[in-house]
């Protein structure tokens, strides 16, 4: 038998990146014929969409655990990998998704509304994209990011116009039944109930749906009996209406009684931020058909009246009274939409970067007693994912891009010097400067070492014109001048 879910824990994994690779074009009489690596696809996402086919999160109870494709690694002759397929959650409207801190990611309202849940990790670049006219044949390619991993909960609430609330057995489901055609679970006892039906109901041109909130007793905001399992299904609802049995036999119950003990709920739930009281407008007096019954409604009618609630004594059983209580949550409903605000049309903004925001932070690290210091930022963090540790070349080139975006200037400015440890991206180096920093003082850079040097420039002699000449003739000397007795004045007077 198929159950109602509401709430489920899913581990949700977005794609992997492909991995870039490193490839030389070879063909016949062109040994190196260049590089032609190609680039890794990118990871699928993690998406949820709603589908109105969809009412309960019963797939997500079975299977937890959702995780998108991986991006398909690079191959030679520039041939990029395929980009990884997405995993395509499919959602009733009305879900709600959050971290386990109660941080809320999404709010999917409305069918066919899509949001991306888990970005799949970025490709690699192949070493044919990294090649440029100072390196021209990389020796390496970048590895593919891994995607974004995490535990999310999703939770249903209802999405209907008008909620009905009450005690156990007062009869929401038996209005529900007659005033539209869903066809909820009715019995004689208690709880009967236990997932929230909806029914759609048209009243003259009106349109509108209805909900019922399973067994609601006093301590239900605490957990008691179904709990806050099924509150939660009215937060949406426009209009709250009270169904009260007017032939209940339990002892201590009344229906003035009954209407406190539920305010009193509602308010311990939602709080002054959702107002549940304030959207409780209509009490409905049901099974008026029970001899008994009737004879009670003029007694609490002054009394409800009294509260601001409008009163509707009706029979769900012989449908007395039905009409003009759908009338009344019609015209409460229409009321509702007409104080929405109107929809304005989607706006982009466009905040800029400020302009001395270098896209990332230094900071001590507190782990380390002889000093430490730990890089934060988007770029850094991504370049070291991304770089194979086991290529000399590889790590070379993630040095000159941390260098590039300022990592080894802010770095020195913060009180770093050769030795240190630096983490960046869960990576722990021991840094060790390699290029001047041309805007630091001379107290700045110190202990940053001979940077910038060339052995070539640095040479202590080189030679001068005339001593290059001399070696050039000497390279043209005939092999006969090595005989023993010959000197270079027996040379022809062209070659002297």
Known sequence: MAAFIDRVVVHVAAGNGGHGVSSIHREKFKPLGGPDGGNGGDGGDVVLEVDPSVHTLLDFHHRPHQKAGNGRPGEGSNRHGGKGEDKVLRVPAGTVVSTPDG???????????????AQGGRGGLGNAALANARRKAPGFALLGEPGEAFDAVIELKSIADVGLVGFPSAGKSSLIAAMSSARPKIADYP??????????????DAVYTMADVPGLIPGASTGKGLGVQFLRHVERCAVLVHV??????????DPESDIEALEHELAEYGGDELDLVGRLRIAVLNKIDVPDAR???????????QRGLAVYPVSAATGEGLREFGFALAAAVEEHRASLPAMEPARVTVTPRAVDDTGFTVERDTEFDTGGFIVHGVRPERWVRQTDFSNDEAVGFLADRLNRLGVEEALAKAGAVTGDAVTIGGVTFDWVPSLPAGTLTAEESAGLGGRGTDSRI????????EERLAAKRARRVPYELSEPGWTEADLPEELQ
Do not use: K, Q
Not at 104 to 115: P, W
Not at 191 to 204: D, K
Not at 244 to 253: K, L, N, Q, S
Not at 458 to 465: E, I, S, V, Y
């Open 244 to 253: 009260v049995d007017m032939a209940t036999m339990e002892p201590g119950r």
């Open 191 to 204: 709880f009967t109930t236990l997932v929230p039906n909806l029914g759609v109901i048209r009243s003259g």
């Open 295 to 305: 004879e009670l409604v003029d007694l609490v009618r002054a009394t409800l009246e």
């Open 458 to 465: 640095d040479a202590p002699h080189r030679l001068r014109a």
């Open 103 to 117: 941080r809320v990611i999404a709010d999917l309202v409305g069918a066919g509304t899509r949001v991306v849940l």
